[in-house]
């Protein structure tokens, strides 16, 4: 596969839930895993069934619904592998999904959930770096509070210490967060790869 049909199976997920309403298709790659956890790896079925007329996908699942053409009818699939396999992306996008995603969609220094923003630990104004080891996931009161004040001088503590997060722990991370909609023929391919508690 030519390497600008690799990226297009990276990067064009969807991530706008509009286009997800009706009959989105998860895309694995070759080896039977999620090409993406964070956005999960969906198309929309027009998508789906794109790939497989032009021989690039296999469909694994399908949903009851058919569509047609001048020629045939076929069920929309709902979920669809890769026939080449597509070497993962290991470094992870410095994004405020990802953050949130990271950080588990909570306030580093209260826990709270929702409403989200992001702060920088020590602040721009004290020379401090928008990056992955300096900002983290917060509320808005929390983030007023700590205004461009030091840590220690704010009187609000890290839940943890900010890091940059593996491939592997955003797949941990997008595993937990699953988007809102999860159709039944996915849940195996979404969690095979689990290790089951004794």
């Given amino acids: ?16 839930p509009a286009a997800l309403k009706h009959f989105p298709a998860l895309v694995l790659n070759a080896d039977f895993r999620p090409l993406s956890y964070y956005p999960l790896s969906l198309w929309p079925w027009q998508e789906a069934v794109k790939a497989v007329f032009l021989d690039r996908v296999s ?20 979920v669809v592998v ?14 405020r999904f990802n953050l949130f995603l990271r950080d588990e969609f909570c306030c580093q220094y209260c826990g709270a959930k929702g409403d989200l923003t992001f702060d920088h630990v020590v602040p721009r104004s004290r020379g401090g770096v928008t990056s992955w080891e300096n900002v983290v996931a917060a509320c808005s009161p929390c983030n007023l509070r700590k205004a461009n004040r030091s840590l220690k001088n704010s009187g609000l503590h890290l839940a943890r210490q900010p890091r940059r ?24 391919y979404l969690y095979w790869d689990v290790e089951l508690e004794s």
């Fill in 1 to 16: 596969m030519p390497q600008h049909d690799q990226i297009d199976f990276r990067t064009q997920f969807v991530r706008e």
């Fill in 165 to 188: 997060p593996s491939s592997e722990d955003m797949h941990a991370s997008g595993r937990r967060f699953p988007p809102n909609h999860l159709h039944e023929s996915w849940i195996d």
């Fill in 59 to 78: 469909i694994i699942a399908e949903y009851d619904e058919v569509v047609r053409s001048q020629r045939e009818a076929i069920r929309i699939p709902s």
């Fill in 82 to 95: 890769l026939k080449d396999y597509v070497k993962p992306q290991k470094r992870v996008a410095f994004t």
